[in-house]
């Protein structure tokens, strides 16, 4: 904008019909559009994935999904997106070339956070008949170690006193499907959108198990009227930059504080299961099926593995963003070996698809340069994220009698990542982790010897399976890793470990 000129005009409604070409509007009569779904916690991820396919759903086969999106927990964006009537724009971002639409299915928005009541009336009104979410693995209130929910969380404490005044999410839920039952009696689907394995499992697991302990018939109504389907959510969205926010000013000369921005792929695996009528986003590109679970491990496993991998390894190598980790010839080479030669080997087989080009496929999206995705945001809560990524496989593989080398090595990485922000270990940055404080005291504890830093790190039974911790080739191959990530050299340590091993031949085609 040049100086002295008039602000940009902000994105609303009545700037729809006025938008430049290059930005696609809502296919479909937004005016005629009538909230039949609900989504809690519409932060970037939704925004750009389940609402863009909720988007061209609603392009093909126009029918009453408008969507109402509930804010229970940060971020604040009732304002935001009320101010522009629900609109925001999502572009899809590949090196330089940039897609930008304007989505406009979210038809209401309520903040939640401080009070419940907004968020219950609209879960339990008539005309919502299914629920998305995404409200990260600690909204859900369970036990990491077995997955029940955690009675002894205060949120669940308080919500067995208080039950009208929920402040968890299985509270809420509970709650909802309460008030549905004493009123109108209509079904509910709740699906979840978070990326944990079985999600639709473990919500119900939460949710029916609170409701248990509420007694009164609650949870067999919630048995026979809720449904609850897992489901496997790809696309990579990284927290939204102010860099973004001004490029849609600079290109499309409007102002839009909702932006977000995505890499073009996508994928949504769906288990069939609903308590109602499901929106057919299978128009849309989405996939019902009956079991998603080789799904989400050919995700967790190969694109989650390698971006976590990528993540920690890149900042112990000083890389700042996914695409410079994967730019380095040496980082490439060991997420590539171990993907191919250890984690890809632990997958069932997917239907119409081969796990090796799907390694490829992967790679490729994570060289995209203009998803600048910090590896600080991906190693964000690593603790939890590597027992899906890259203990389970791992655990598999030395059960089998077979090698795991590389799962040690990137294991160790992410546990270095965490060791670095400890004052022991130089507090290089911060670690936004649940367990970044324990570790650092097992540090301190350890005095810097290797042997007790690993028996300590290894005694944290909430990560690390017990079996797991006793096997004795993991604990020797973790501590030497260790040694070599978080000593002076980690770049060093990591071209000996390529070194010492030569890569298996390409296998013979032909
Ligand atoms: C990332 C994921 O931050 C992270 O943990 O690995 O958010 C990842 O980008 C998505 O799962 C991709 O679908």
Known sequence: MSAGASPSEAL???????????????????????????????????????????????????????????????????????????????????????????????????????????????????????????????????????????????????????????????????????????????????????????????????????????????????????????????????????????????????????????????????????AGRMPPWDLAGAAFVDDVTAFEHLKMRVLNA????????????????????????LLLAFVRRMLVEESVPTLRPVPGVDATAYVETSLERLRNRAIRHRNHQIATDGSQKIVQRLLNPLKERLARGEAADCLTVATAGSLAYLLRASRRFGARWTAADPYADRIAGIAEASGGDMRGLVDGILGIQAIFDPALAANQRFRDGLGHSLAGLVGPDPVGFLKDFMAARPLKPARQTG
């Open 12 to 274: 609303a409604a009545s700037l729809l019909a006025r938008l430049p070409a290059a930005v696609a509007r809502p296919g479909y009569d937004r005016a005629a559009l009538a909230a039949g779904m609900a989504h809690i916690g519409v932060g970037a991820f939704h925004r750009c994935h389940q609402a863009d396919y909720t988007e061209d759903m609603l392009s093909q086969r126009f029918d009453r999904w408008g969507v109402v999106g509930i804010n229970i927990r940060e971020p604040w964006l009732g304002e935001t997106l009320g101010r522009q009537g629900g609109l925001y724009t999502r572009l899809l971002k590949r090196d330089d070339r940039v897609e930008a639409r304007v989505v406009g299915n979210l038809v209401s928005i309520v903040d939640s956070q401080q009070d419940a009541r907004p968020a219950l009336s609209v879960l339990a009104s008539s005309e919502i008949e299914l629920a998305t979410l995404t409200v990260t693995e600690k909204g859900y209130c369970h036990r990491p170690a077995d997955g029940a929910l955690d009675g002894e969380r205060p949120e669940i404490v308080h919500d067995l006193a208080h039950p009208e005044a929920p402040d968890s999410l299985p509270g809420l839920l509970v709650r909802a499907l309460e008030m549905r039952m004493q009123s109108h009696g209509r079904p509910l689907t709740l699906v979840s959108c978070d990326n944990i394995p079985a999600n639709g499992a473990l919500l119900e697991r939460v949710v029916t198990s609170l409701a248990e302990r509420r007694g009164g018939g609650l949870a067999a109504w919630i048995r026979g009227n809720a449904a609850f389907p897992s489901t496997m959510v790809d696309r990579i969205v990284p927290a939204t930059a102010a860099a973004d926010i001004d490029a849609v000013e600079r290109r499309f000369g409007y102002r839009d504080a909702a932006v977000v921005a995505g890499e073009p792929f996508r994928q949504w695996v769906i288990e069939n299961r609903a």
């Open 306 to 329: 390698a971006q976590s991998t990528l993540a920690t390894l890149g900042l112990l190598a000083g890389h700042a963003h996914t695409f410079e980790a994967v730019a380095d010839p």
